[in-house]
């Protein structure tokens, strides 16, 4: 009985409809290459079915509001995802490659800055905390875009110090010498990032700054840390074959004299700077 109500009021409400709205209407959806509708509550949903019907006649038709125009932008932004990070990667891979004509020495350098960014994006899963799902895009590719120059910097320090020096040597004096300049740029991103998270008043933009500050910190850590553990590891196979002949255990033992008389003379030099200002006294 109820099914035949809902029958007998729809049939009301069709001949209560004026013919030429009707006509007007049918004109309209078949003048027009796209038909956006907008609704809320029962009406929404109505139209919501509207759309898909006429979709489903080969109409171009769009819901247009706040929660589908979200959850497109939410789907788009998720294939973006993968498609930037691939090229990201790709794009670090081919220049870091041609730079140091090797195939493996690119993977070293990511991975520590790739270890940096899934740590960076899963401490607010962790946490329980919701995130601007737009930001992970943009974090990611500027973290790695922006921090990558930390592993190319130690890598070549340490090619460039292998070539006279042991594996354990070669490795510290690359981290001595890469360890200011990686502090300087890591703190201003950290700083740049955190100072946008304390003072922006649009929550989506501090939590940009918050991922970007943490990220930057994260990449300094693992870079002087996982990096010169990759490379001492990785040693025999992005090492020229070269350095491979008998006549390298020569040069080893002629580099860590070397570096030992260096740090004698630097030494004496501040033992005679020390003596000098005590006489003066």
């Not at 109505?46 to 819901?63: D, N, T, W």
């Not at 589908?68 to 990667?89: A, C, G, Y």
């Not at 090797?102 to 899963?125: C, D, G, H, Q």
Request: charged fraction near 20%; charge should be neutral.
């Amino acid at each position: 009985m109820e099914l035949m109500d809902i029958v007998a009021e729809l049939k009301n409400a069709s001949v209560q409809m004026p013919e030429e709205k009707i006509d007007q209407f049918i004109e309209a959806v078949d003048t027009h290459e796209r038909i956006f509708v907008y609704g809320t509550g029962r009406s929404g949903l109505m139209l919501k079915a509207l759309a898909m019907r006429l979709m489903q006649m080969g109409y171009q038709s769009y819901v247009v509001g706040e929660t589908p125009s979200t959850q497109d932008i939410k789907v788009t932004i998720t294939e973006d995802n993968t498609r930037v990070n691939v090229l990201s990667l790709l794009g670090v891979f081919m220049v870091v490659m041609f730079s140091f004509h090797s195939v493996l020495i690119p993977l070293v350098v990511m991975i520590p800055i790739e270890v940096a960014i899934f740590l960076n994006m899963a401490i607010p899963y962790i946490q329980g905390v919701d995130m601007v799902y737009m930001g992970y895009i943009i974090v990611s590719s500027i973290q790695l875009g922006a921090t990558v120059d930390y592993s190319i910097l130690l890598t070549n320090n340490y090619i460039a110090k292998r070539k006279l020096l042991p594996k354990k040597e070669a490795c510290i004096e690359a981290v001595t010498r890469s360890c200011s300049s990686i502090f300087t740029s890591g703190t201003i991103i950290t700083l740049a990032g955190y100072i946008v998270h304390f003072i922006s008043t649009t929550a989506a933009i501090g939590d940009l700054g918050h991922l970007i500050g943490r990220g930057g910190l994260l990449s300094v850590m693992l870079v002087l840390t996982l990096l010169p553990a990759l490379l001492v590891l990785c040693d025999p196979l992005i090492i020229e074959k070269d350095w491979k002949k008998p006549g390298r255990k020569i040069r080893e033992h002629y580099g860590v004299r070397r570096h030992q008389f260096h740090e004698r003379a630097e030494r004496i030099r501040e033992l005679g700077n020390r003596w000098k200002n005590e006489r003066d006294v």
